[in-house]
């Protein structure tokens, strides 16, 4: 392998074991969503050490052809203690600073379609519900009114003609409604 080869392998796995170090601060950082469920925690660490194995082979790849020697390791090993060294703190600062800001545009934008989407479209809806139980109250009051004029003059009719049936037709009168 030509020297020039070895001094890019070199430099691509000490940015590798640098990127392991600052993806392991982020991927800690949002293992409290899945914190309490052990099995879903045991899939995820399994498949973020997955991940990570097959991006960093696949920067060796790219560098060397994915020759792996001993070195290589060693110099993952110290790209990872130089980022615990002098860039931790400032990553979880920044990585902080950006999930903070994240939240804030996340509630900027909820608010905003709150505010001209879901409000206005729950006001018309309940406007209509309102205009159509007001709507159903008067065709009802209407309808019950109208029988009430129509049936009114047969109802009359009917205690005028009930009044003057004989004593022994309204004794039986219940009987003859209830058999028909």
């Known amino acids: 392998m030509q020297?020039?080869?070895?001094?890019?392998?070199?430099?691509?796995?000490?940015?590798?074991?640098?990127?392991?170090?600052?993806v392991r601060d982020t991927f800690q950082r949002m293992a409290w969503h899945w914190k309490q469920r052990t099995i879903f925690k045991y899939v995820m660490e399994?498949?973020?050490?997955?991940?990570?194995?097959?991006?960093?082979y696949y920067v060796l790849f790219l560098v060397n052809y994915g020759e792996l020697r001993m070195?290589?390791?060693?110099?993952?090993?110290l790209g990872y203690a130089m980022y615990q060294?002098?860039?931790a703190k400032l990553y979880r600062y920044v990585l902080e600073m950006l999930i903070k800001a994240l939240k804030a545009i996340y509630r900027f934008?909820?608010?905003?379609?709150?505010?001209?989407?879901?409000i206005p479209i729950r006001f018309l809806v309940h406007t209509l519900i309102v205009c159509v139980l007001f709507l159903l109250?008067?065709?009802?009051?209407?309808?019950?009114?109208?029988?009430?004029?129509?049936?009114f003059p047969l109802i009359w009719l009917a205690k005028v003609i009930y009044k003057?049936?004989?004593?022994?037709?309204?004794?039986d009168f219940p009987q003859i409604c209830r058999s028909l």
């Open 137 to 151: 109250q008067i065709t009802y009051t209407i309808i019950r009114f109208c029988l009430k004029v129509v049936f």
């Open 71 to 77: 070195y290589i390791f060693l110099a993952c090993l």
């Open 85 to 87: 060294a002098l860039l």
């Open 109 to 118: 934008i909820y608010n905003i379609i709150r505010t001209f989407i879901y």
């Open 3 to 22: 020297l020039s080869v070895q001094l890019t392998t070199m430099a691509a796995m000490v940015i590798s074991g640098i990127y392991l170090g600052a």
């Open 46 to 56: 399994i498949s973020f050490w997955l991940v990570q194995t097959f991006v960093v």
């Open 164 to 171: 003057h049936l004989p004593e022994k037709f309204k004794k």
